[in-house]
């Protein structure tokens, strides 16, 4: 395969994405809205177009990291317009079905193949490219991304239909939502029970009740430090919803999920929005404030 590839789309993920491909030899050509985010991928190597259609034209391969469902559906019909000719467009983004099947016939029409190809991962382990990419669409055309892939995630399997990368990425935050208030929660306890909190993590993160959230997150509930954040909250509510939405959708109860939901929107309240889903754990002591009682 061409090594040129394309990202739209420099965000947390797909910066780190276009920096790890870039020092695996790739040519990378990006897009973003955001000048700042363009000027420092150009300072990485990136070579930044105006826009997705500029990508498409440029590019065999586009993979698109984007905020919402609008984003996403005018970068489709924006390569779709571009007049490129037959391209792979790789969609990392988390999304309801119904956004990645619109973004799917719009390209189809326009003569290019889709992929649904969401990340397993934060911020953080993009860095380190400790992410799973959860592929699922046209076989072929997802052999062809293998070595992409390999070049910026730990590993990346073939899961059938398209859509069903979003339905394996949908069980996968589902835990993650858990996971990190179960961490906070935890922590919490672990604090009121006068344990050291640093050989709480040394000596739960790697036993039996620990988990991938509980050793990332867990160290910055320590600090009480939650930026850069590896995922803002107000992101994650986005994604909270699309799962409630799919879980009903096909008919399954998901009662631990369902309580940690409004964790989640008292963060939001408290202003912790651009602060990383960490930072739950602020709600939760906040929670766990003794009140004194009157006589």
């Not at 073939?158 to 339905?167: K, M, P, Q, V």
Request: glycine fraction near 10%.
């Amino acid at each position: 395969m061409d090594n040129t590839v394309g990202i739209v789309g420099l965000g947390i993920m797909g910066s780190a994405i276009a920096r790890n491909l870039v020092e695996r030899g790739w040519r990378v050509i990006g897009s973003d809205i955001d000048a700042t985010r363009c000027v420092e991928l150009a300072r990485a190597g990136v070579i930044i177009a105006d826009d997705a259609g500029r990508v498409a034209q440029g590019a065999p391969v586009i993979m698109t990291s984007l905020p919402s469902p609008t984003a996403v559906e005018d970068v489709a019909q924006c390569i779709a317009n571009s007049a490129a000719p037959p391209r792979i467009v790789v969609e990392l983004s988390t999304l309801a079905i119904a956004d990645k099947l619109r973004f799917e016939a719009i390209l189809k029409e326009a003569g290019h193949i889709a992929l649904d190809c969401p990340l397993s991962g934060t911020g953080a382990q993009a860095k380190k490219r400790d992410l799973v990419v959860y592929a699922s669409g046209d076989h072929t055309a997802i052999a062809r991304c293998a070595g992409l892939f390999a070049d910026f995630a730990r590993q990346s399997a073939d899961l059938g239909a398209y859509g069903n990368g979003s339905r394996m990425k949908f069980i996968a935050n589902h835990l993650v939502a858990i996971h990190n208030v179960a961490t906070a929660e935890a922590m919490l306890l672990a604090q009121r029970a006068g344990l050291d909190p640093k050989m709480v993590v040394d000596m739960v993160g790697p036993g039996a009740g620990g988990s991938r959230m509980f050793q990332m997150r867990a160290p910055m509930m320590i600090e009480g430090v939650y930026e850069p954040a590896t995922m803002k909250v107000s992101m994650w509510q986005k994604d909270m919803a699309i799962i409630a939405e799919f879980a009903a959708a096909v008919g399954c109860a998901t009662p631990l999920f369902t309580l940690t939901q409004p964790v989640y929107a008292q963060a939001m309240a408290m202003g912790l929005g651009e602060q990383d889903t960490a930072s739950v754990f602020e709600v939760l002591r906040e929670r766990n404030v003794i009140k004194p009682t009157g006589r």
